[in-house]
């Protein structure tokens, strides 16, 4: 396995505790600093926020930055963050320290996307982008479980001091196995908003908001809904979240393997499993022992078209990669805003937590009923990736190799001999290019052939025998007549 991907899911890891550990202390986190719980859940929506106006914004000003320094840099931001909001004594500091936490999370995850896929081979771009989002879920199987369990414990404030070492580990790791030979983007800095003009990558980003806003929206107050409804409490709670994880988990590996699938039928067919799965999730918030398998079962469906949404605008917005994905991340957490406010609304007007699931039925048939209206403008976008391997160069052709990733040969690297050079493309053949380069080593070694035959006979012609006469062909009885 790749020592730089496991990097980038090990700084994933570490900003999906910091996004989502709050959820699991909302309710410390609002008795201790004096406020209600919908006005604790703003930390979430404000995070959101911060993802969604301070990705696009960093990822356009380092667009044309090394990406290890880019990285670096993000993951120095998470660090100062996290422990702003370990030392935050007042609401209004909190929500400071969350909002510059934030400030990383989209860029990051917008450029680790791309930097994943463009270290792999074309047809395993959709497992390295989920290896990525792995680092988000494990973060929900152990992270947030175990931040929850340690804010119980110790206070919540002891939380983000463990979030933060996490950040200091992540950093070493990005410094120690990043490669520095990655390369930038390309263009202006302007033309990357052209990305914009793409139906297919607007539509994409706008089902992503769509898909975040109906997991949030009942998501954010699960801690409440298990403690009013569930009857779970302090270490119950920890084990759902856990549980919770362990569905993302399950859903990040699903996403990638169905990245080979025709898009909008597959993302169809999430959608209403997604909607079978809420509604028997509004049936099970009453037991324990049928909230737990519902709880691995919604986290799995919920989260599983992520990768899918994420390689969409990664694809079709080539000539800005960086900016594109980056925006997937901040329409991502623009559900998560509008999700966490959405929920926080429905109970400010005086409805029951336990509606909540209904609501965010209601978001995805909106979804659904959207995929199904522009499902002909992805016609030409149903595989993301390549049914066929492309054709590259030969097996000899110099490669180096940093930190586990493959570098593309120099243009000088060529493959020599004696009498006759050619030089085979530095970058990635085409099929013409590959025939061209083959044509000339058959060529070239036909003409080697034919040399050596005719040396051969030559040699062969001047051999005496023994007894010093040349050895020529026996003449037949009839020549001697």
């Known amino acids: 396995m790749s020592m730089p991907l496991i990097a980038l899911a090990l700084a994933a890891f570490g900003i999906g505790t910091t996004e989502l550990v709050i959820m699991g202390l909302l309710t410390d986190v609002a008795g201790n600093l004096h406020v209600s719980v919908p006005t604790a859940g703003m930390l979430i929506s404000c995070y959101a926020m911060g993802v969604v106006i301070g990705g696009p914004i960093l990822a356009l000003l380092t667009s044309r930055w090394q990406r290890k320094r880019t990285l670096l840099l993000l993951m120095t931001i998470f660090l100062i963050g996290n422990v702003a909001c370990a030392i935050s004594e007042t609401y ?34 959709g497992q390295a982008i989920a290896m990525v989002f792995a680092g988000l879920t494990v973060a929900n199987v152990l992270g947030v479980p175990f931040g929850t369990a340690v804010g119980q414990a110790f206070g919540w404030r002891m939380a983000f001091w463990c979030v933060a070492l996490m950040g200091v580990v992540a950093l070493a790791g990005l410094w120690r196995w990043m490669p520095s030979t990655l390369p930038r983007s390309q263009g202006s800095i302007l033309s990357e908003f052209k990305v914009l003009k793409q139906p297919q990558v607007t539509l994409g980003l706008l089902m992503s908001v769509l898909s975040s806003t109906a997991m949030f929206v ?67 918030l009453h037991s324990i022992w049928t909230m737990m398998p519902a709880v691995v079962l919604w986290g799995a469906i919920t989260f599983s078209p992520n990768p899918l949404f994420q390689l969409l605008v990664v694809d079709q917005a080539s000539e800005a990669p960086n900016l594109a994905s980056t ?49 002909k403008l992805f016609v030409h976008v149903d595989h993301l990736v390549p049914e066929e391997e ?17 570098v593309n040969p120099t243009d000088d690297a060529a493959i020599d001999d004696d009498d006759d050079e050619f030089t085979l493309p530095s970058d990635t053949l085409t099929p013409e290019q590959f025939a061209e380069a083959m044509h000339g080593m058959r060529r070239h070694h036909v003409s080697s052939e034919d040399a050596h035959e005719g040396e051969t006979e030559t040699s062969a012609a001047s051999e005496t025998n023994g007894s010093g006469v040349s050895a020529e062909p026996p003449v037949s009885p009839d020549e001697k007549h």
């Open 92 to 125: 209004m500091q909190l929500l400071i320290a969350r909002v510059v936490t934030a400030l990383s999370h989209g860029a990051f995850f917008g450029i680790a996307s791309v930097t994943a896929a463009g270290m792999v081979p074309p047809e395993k771009r």
């Open 218 to 284: 009942t998501l954010t107050y699960l801690s409440p809904i298990l403690e009013h409804y569930t009857n779970v409490h302090g270490v119950g709670i920890t084990l759902m979240f856990l549980l919770y994880g362990v569905g993302m988990t399950i859903g990040s590996w699903l996403g990638g393997k169905l990245g080979n699938s025709p898009l909008v039928p597959t993302l169809i067919k999430l959608m209403i499993a997604n909607l079978i799965v809420l509604l028997v999730l509004t049936f099970c």
């Open 327 to 375: 925006l997937n991340q901040s329409a991502f957490n623009l559900g998560n805003a509008i999700g966490a406010w959405l929920g926080g609304a429905v109970i400010g007007i005086g409805l029951q937590m336990d509606f909540l699931p209904i609501v965010s039925i209601l978001v995805v048939i909106v979804l659904f009923a959207l995929a199904m209206v522009t499902r």
């Open 390 to 406: 492309p054709v590259g160069p030969p097996t000899d052709v110099p490669v180096d190799v940093d930190n586990g990733v493959l």
